[in-house]
């Protein structure tokens, strides 16, 4: 009988078959033959994306209320499927996957559970490994003897960053850490390939420094980069800032431009891209990608960066030591220090060969840590101790 590979994550839309949602159980057919599935409700109209990852698949549940915080149709689905599920895979800590779990075990003692934690070190550091759902001191003492079953029965755990794998190195007891692994996000390197059959190499990229996200969204703090390249000469580099635009920093701009009225024609706003291949032209041509935010659970974008060998430059977030491979290839600035990002780019425009030598050890990290090929193979070692 085929081994089975069950993803429960009942939010998922179209864009979460390009993340860890979809990737895991599609990486988990195309490289160990699983039979994969994600189950989830119906949030979207279409699903498009689903036809690059084939011959994952797709289960809807209909929705049918929940008894208290727990989803009827998921019970459901686990009371009539959990026999035939090798390996479940629930996302988050927290008492609704604690429940799911304890009831996939009971039903398949030799079932296998993943549980993705997909949990930012910062928020880890302040709230807790485990954050209870109540206050009432009775309530609690069940859901700590919950969390106690739940630990016996889980088999792995993932965390997605260095840092988050080392605060709880250092912070758990070795039962419950012997099951944590590191393992970052990726990308759909076969995808990829088949887009890019080659990337550019250095001589054929752009002078471009690139950043893409909510643009002009507090967490995002483009404001930073604006800042740091007001201070120095871009000479024939621009600036180029991909995704959807917040007014209020349409309006920013417009106060900016008026200041510096030399850099007009040097920074472009793409608005929202919907087409992905146009996205990806995009890393492909540049050979900066500039990162400002003021946090990130990983951080997607930047290792899209990487597998397109960009010059990194980021903020102290959860995956910094990650993407730079503890500092050793790009660089990690503290949030809101334009003068050292202005500086750094400055370096790197007047000196290109810092870019050109940068560029083989970035695609060499992507290679080596971030395709998904790579990251569910070292889950299925960890899984059966390989």
Known sequence: MKKTFVTIFKKSINVNLQKCVG???????????????????????????????????????????????????????????????????????????????????????????????????????????????TKSKFKKIIE??????????????????????????????????????????????????????????????????????????????????LKAISKINLKNWKVILAGPVENDFKNFLEDYILEFPELKNKIILTDKITNQKQLFDLYNSSKVFCLTSLWESFGTVSVEALYFANYLITTDISSSLDITNFNKIGNIINVKDDNKLANILEKLINNPDLIKVNFINAKKLSNENFLWGKIVDKLYKKIYEK
Not at 67 to 81: H, M, V
Not at 166 to 185: A, R, S, V
């Open 144 to 225: 700590k003897i919950l969390y106690k079953i739940f630990f016996k029965l889980i088999n792995v755990i993932s965390v997605e960053t260095f840092k988050t794998y080392n605060y709880l190195k250092i912070n758990l007891n070795n039962n419950i850490f012997k099951k944590i692994i590191h393992l970052p996000i990726g990308v759909d390197n076969l995808y990829l390939n088949k887009l890019f059959p080659e990337i550019n190499n250095f001589e054929k990229k752009e002078n471009i420094i690139l950043t893409v996200g909510r643009i002009g969204s507090f967490q995002k703090n483009n404001q930073t980069l």
């Open 23 to 133: 990737q895991i159980p599609y990486y988990m057919n195309k490289v160990y033959n699983f039979d994969s599935t994600l189950v989830t409700y119906k949030n979207s109209e279409d699903y498009p994306f689903l036809k690059n990852i084939k011959p994952l698949k797709l289960k809807f549940l209909k929705r049918i209320g929940t008894i208290s915080f727990l989803e009827k149709a998921i019970l459901k689905y686990l009371l009539k499927n959990s026999r035939k599920i090798t390996i479940l895979n629930l996302y988050f800590l927290n008492l609704e996957t604690v429940c799911y779990s304890i009831f996939y075990k009971i039903l398949n003692p030799k079932g296998i559970l993943f549980i993705k934690m997909d949990i930012d070190y910062y928020f880890l550091k302040e709230k807790g490994f485990i954050i209870f759902s």
